[in-house]
């Protein structure tokens, strides 16, 4: 699968999933940064697979997800974090839109998911995870976070940190399970709809 495929996936889950999401400029302008790591899992004829991609940032993918050649140079500096299970006025249960249908492909792997982290000298950092509507409830978000953790481990992290509204609890549990606690409450993190975050972190 082509790096252009993937980075369409992202745009249009972004816009299905999330309430605070990245338009395209500021998810090129973070892809592209040597410290930002990608982690796909993709649906195909032997199962699951998960790996990391790279060279995401490619200039040739527009808002809609079509192609283009325009040099994306916006900042990601007001570009709200959210996570896989983020819930809104606008999702379901399971913390996704109830109409979210992120991009379909042809070819043998099909993207159902995605977890994008930094790492800075040692400071980790989850940006955003997101599992397709289709896929939910069957570990998918466990295994995103399972590569990154052995990611972080190789790259020898010192810490990870997260943000996740204080009303998901879904997504609270999932981190608890591998060693994120709370530090403390940041006060009107989110914007679409307005809520407060929880810092989490674990220290290797």
């Not at 379909?104 to 940006?127: C, F, H, K, M, S």
């Not at 289709?134 to 010192?158: D, F, P, T």
Request: with cysteine; hydrophobic share 35%; aromatic share 8%.
């Amino acid at each position: 699968m082509q790096e252009t495929e993937i980075l369409n996936y992202i745009v249009q889950c972004e816009k299905s999933v999330f309430g605070d999401f990245w338009d395209i400029d500021g998810l090129r302008k973070t892809l592209e940064r040597d410290f930002c790591h990608t982690i796909v899992a993709y649906d195909g004829p032997d199962g699951l697979s998960i790996g990391e991609v790279c060279d995401v940032a490619t200039n040739d993918v527009t808002e809609d997800g079509t192609a283009d050649t325009e040099d994306g140079t916006a900042t990601t500096e007001n570009a709200a974090v959210a996570d896989e299970n983020m819930p809104t006025s606008e999702t379901d249960e399971s913390g996704m839109r109830p109409d979210s249908g992120c991009a379909e492909y042809a070819g043998e792997l099909r993207p159902i998911g995605y977890l994008i982290y930094t790492n800075v000298q040692g400071e980790a950092d989850i940006i955003r995870i997101a599992v397709d509507t289709a896929y939910r409830k069957h570990g998918i978000g466990s295994k995103l976070m399972e590569e990154m953790m052995a990611n972080l481990r190789a790259e020898r992290a010192e810490k990870l940190t997260l943000e996740v509204r204080l009303s998901n609890i879904a997504a609270q549990e999932l981190y608890k399970k591998y060693g994120l606690k709370l530090i403390y409450v940041r006060k009107a993190y989110y914007h679409n709809p307005p809520e407060d975050a929880y810092i989490m972190q674990v220290v290797f």
